[in-house]
């Protein structure tokens, strides 16, 4: 029997698909824990667990949670109003106004109140990266549910201008772009739709009155 044709050795493959096995094994375990850790960190975030406040600090507030409690019910009004009462005591924790204007926005549906809640809150100063984002929510609503793209053009050119360095100005000069590039098009087709001028029409014959029976010029 030649060296070729040799059976393999049931132990190196015995070896080899353990190893394979395990690979496998170890990366399984490696993506449930990834999303483990999301859906932990959703359900957190939606519990009150996980929570930012002006400084963008994170922090744990068990007072939070009946506000999320009442949303998970469906009670948006009511998670509105324990959310109120809990940012009028503690103002300083601006997540408790961003839901707020969410809440609005995604569950209720009623855009522009959302927007005026957005408007209250850019009007303090907080965390750059999370006055960004809820001024980028506040840019899509002017866009459009809103109709208001002028607003949308300037809140995120004030976006791109004031946090230049943070993910929220890269998103922010992506839109505009998109924006720009939405409006070029719009003008050339707008260009494109305007025909040649329609010809007049002819003159009447000679010794022919183009005014209609019984209408003459006032004489002066």
């Known amino acids: 029997m030649t060296l070729a044709s040799a059976p393999a050795d049931p132990s190196r493959e015995y070896a080899r698909v353990m190893g394979y096995g395990g ?72 997540h408790a106004a961003i839901r707020i204007a969410e809440i609005y926005e995604k569950d209720l549906k009623n855009y522009l109140a959302a927007a005026l809640e957005y408007e209250e809150i850019l009007q303090r100063k907080f965390h750059p990266e999370h006055w960004g984002w809820a001024a980028i929510h506040l840019a899509n609503l002017y866009s459009g549910r809103l109709n208001q793209p002028d607003k949308a053009v300037a809140l995120l050119r ?17 839109r505009l772009a998109m924006m720009e590039a939405e409006s070029a098009e719009a003008a050339a087709e707008e260009t494109s739709d305007v025909g040649a001028p329609l010809p007049l029409p002819p003159a009447p014959p000679a010794g022919v009155n183009p005014f209609p029976p019984g209408f003459g010029p006032k004489k002066s």
Do not use: C, H, M, S
């Not at 375990?29 to 990834?34: E, K, N, P």
């Not at 004030?158 to 992506?174: G, L, S």
């Open 23 to 94: 690979a496998l094994f170890v990366i399984a375990v490696l993506l449930a824990f990834l999303v483990a850790q999301e859906i932990t960190q959703f359900v957190a975030r939606r519990a009150g667990q996980i929570l930012f406040n002006e400084e963008g600090e994170i922090y744990k507030d068990l007072e939070y949670d009946p506000a999320e409690q009442e949303w998970a019910k469906g009670n948006y009004l009511e998670a509105i109003r324990l959310l109120r009462e809990y940012y009028q005591k503690k103002p300083r924790e601006i």
């Open 158 to 174: 004030r976006i791109d201008a004031e946090f230049t360095k943070t993910a929220a100005a890269e998103k922010a000069r992506r």
